[in-house]
Nanobody, 119 residues
């Protein structure tokens, strides 16, 4: 089993920054991919950013390219999402998720953290 706990959400003005954290515990040796998703009110959950657990290049939704960055602190097994130049349309509940090795879907999810960007 793998457990994910997000933190770092909050209220920020447009143009500001936030860094979300996702503490990952449990069988981390089975992990292959890490990612961040978000869900705004009345909308479907959407992919924001992702990267291989072991490292390498990241992929981003077009709406956040150049503003958001996903990373991992290897020593702490913590996944981060640095969000800069925030816009009101970034307001959503943000979730971290992981895929396990040889599994083609996101297997484990955090509980979510609210990000609200005021104009």
């Amino acid at each position: 089993q793998v457990q994910l706990v997000e933190s770092g959400g909050g209220l920020v003005q447009a143009g500001g920054s936030l860094r979300l954290s996702c503490a990952v515990s449990g069988r981390t040796a089975t992990l292959y991919t890490m990612g961040w998703f978000r869900q705004a009110p009345g909308k479907e959950r959407e992919f924001v950013a992702g990267r291989l657990w072991a490292g390498g290049s990241a992929s981003y939704a077009d709406s956040v390219k150049g503003r958001f960055a996903i990373s991992r602190d290897n020593g702490k097994n913590t996944v981060y999402l640095q969000m800069n130049s925030l816009k009101p349309e970034d307001t959503a509940v943000y979730y971290c998720a992981v895929k396990r090795v040889k599994v083609d879907f996101w297997t484990d999810w955090g509980q979510g953290t609210q990000v609200t960007v005021s104009s």
